[in-house]
Each structure stands twice: as structure tokens, then as C-alpha cells.
């Protein structure tokens, strides 16, 4: 499966940037994406590994607040994104090609590791969850901002099917770009933990049984985050939350 998933990410890279990069190049997203991280981390200057980078969005906003920040992404398109991004915005970003479930750096590294929109696409979440653990310091802060994006799978209920088809024509109006569904294979889609588990509660749980402790759960980011007409296009997918915990 992780092989499908690289392939997947790979061939969207290109165009996913081109979805996401308003986040760090647009004022109104990026303070909101800023204080959202502010509200988990403080404002002390902190050694951080975005896992799962892609173009690099959280590590560039991150590094913006002044962080020394570190990406490592599985798709080496994505890295190649993601270095396009920090070269444009001058910063000095390391980023690294790797599998975000065996990181290559040592125990205790990082004063926090972040990600966003990354582990509902792992197939072994604990097995990464554990592995994030292992790089940070003690004391250190985790820090997973994700959404419920293929909870029930394709039988999604009515009211976010007449969204997803209203959002279509919005966004050929507002974006003059044809939306492409994304949907991933089926039985991927299907078996994916994140497909049929509650979230966040699910999210706490691991973040227990793994000796997390200080856990924070920040529900309904989609209010911080999107903008009426946001909502219209992209309110379907799911609801956005982030789930912190200490080493
Ligand atoms: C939805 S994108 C999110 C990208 C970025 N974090 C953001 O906020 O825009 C998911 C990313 O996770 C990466 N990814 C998936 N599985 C991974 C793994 N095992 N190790 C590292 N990265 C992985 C993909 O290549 C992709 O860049």
C-alpha cells in the first residue's frame, strides 16, 4: 500500500502545490495557519520536523516564525516542491527524502514534530505515531492537524453530496479551473484506519496508549480557516482539527 500511496503523491505534486500554496503566499492563511500552530507550540524558537511536508506549507510558515525547521517527505516530487517554495521565500529550509514511519535522524532530535494532512493516509498509524515520538526530545511537543476526509468512504450523507456538487461549478466560476476528484482507489480508501475510526477521538486514544501526556484536541479549524465561500467549495471534504500531546 505505501507504494500506491508514493505513487499517488508523486503524481499529484504539481498540482497539489498549486491547490495549497495560496496558505503561505496569501496573508489572511497564513497568520490563521500561524496562530493555529502559535496556540500548540508558544512562540519560543524551536527545533521542528514537518513529517510529510509535501511543498513544503507548514515547514515554510513555521519558518517564518522564526523556527529551525526540517521537512521530510516520502515523495520526491513533493520535495521538489517543497524546495521551489523555500528558495522563492528565502528561507533555509533542510528537506529530506524519506519514509515518515523510519526517519533518518537520531532518537530525541527535535523540540516538536508537526504534520498536517498526513496521517490519515498512513497505513500503520500507531507505527508512525511512535515513530514521531522517538525523534522528539523529552519534553518535546507532537503536534497532528488533520480532517475527516473518508470517513464512511463513498457513502457520504446527502448534505455534504449536494456540497461537493455545488462546489463544483464554484470552483470553475471563482478559480477558472476544472476540479478533479481525487478519490482514492477504493479498497485504499476503504481500509484506511482513518476511513473508519472516529476522529479525533481515535487520534487520543493512540496519543495515550503511547504515553503522550498534556493531550489537547482544537475541534472545528474549518471556522478558523475557511471563508464562507471556502466552505462552499471545500466544506464537503471534511471538518479540520488538531491533537497535540508532550513526550
Ligand atoms: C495531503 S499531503 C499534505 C502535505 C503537507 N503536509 C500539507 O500540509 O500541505 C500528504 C503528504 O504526506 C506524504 N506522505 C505520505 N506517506 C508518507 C510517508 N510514509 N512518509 C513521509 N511522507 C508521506 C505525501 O507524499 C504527501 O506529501
Redesign the pocket.
Known amino acids: 500500500m505505501?507504494d500506491e500511496?508514493?505513487t499517488h503523491?508523486?503524481g499529484r505534486?504539481a498540482e497539489?502545490d498549486k491547490n495549497?500554496r495560496q496558505?503561505i503566499y496569501s496573508d489572511r492563511e497564513r497568520v490563521t495557519w500561524q496562530k493555529i500552530f502559535i496556540q500548540a507550540l508558544g512562540r519560543e524558537k524551536l527545533k521542528i520536523l514537518?513529517?510529510?511536508?509535501?511543498?513544503g506549507?507548514?515547514a515554510n510558515l513555521l519558518s517564518d516564525l522564526g523556527h529551525d525547521v526540517t521537512g521530510?517527505?516520502?515523495?520526491e516530487s513533493?520535495i521538489k516542491k517543497a524546495m521551489e517554495n523555500s528558495d522563492a521565500l528565502h528561507h533555509s529550509l533542510e528537506l529530506v527524502q524519506?519514509?515518515?514511519?523510519r526517519l533518518p535522524f537520531e532518537s530525541g532530535s527535535f523540540d516538536a514534530v508537526v504534520?498536517?494532512?498526513?496521517l490519515w493516509?498512513?497505513p500503520d498509524p500507531m507505527k508512525?505515531l511512535a515513530e514521531w515520538r522517538r525523534v522528539l526530545k523529552p519534553g518535546g511537543r507532537l503536534v497532528v492537524?488533520d480532517g475527516t476526509w473518508y470517513r464512511h468512504g463513498k457513502d457520504k450523507p446527502l448534505s455534504k453530496k449536494l456540497l461537493q456538487n455545488l462546489s463544483v461549478p464554484l470552483i470553475m466560476i471563482t478559480e477558472r479551473r476544472m476540479p478533479k476528484c481525487h478519490d482514492l482507489d477504493d479498497d485504499i480508501m476503504n481500509n484506511l484506519w482513518s476511513s473508519n475510526l472516529k476522529r479525533p477521538e481515535a487520534d487520543a486514544d493512540m496519543f495515550k496508549s503511547l504515553g503522550f501526556s498534556q493531550i489537547q484536541i482544537v475541534n472545528a479549524l474549518n471556522k478558523r480557516l475557511l471563508t464562507n465561500l471556502d466552505y462552499l467549495k471545500n466544506g464537503h471534504c471534511g471538518e479540520r482539527f488538531m491533537i497535540s500531546g508532550v513526550k
Open positions: 505505501k500511496i508514493k503523491w508523486n505534486a497539489y495549497v496558505v514537518d513529517v510529510g511536508t509535501g511543498p506549507i507548514v521530510v517527505d516520502v515523495s513533493m524519506g519514509d515518515g514511519e504534520n498536517r494532512y498526513v493516509t498512513l508512525a492537524v
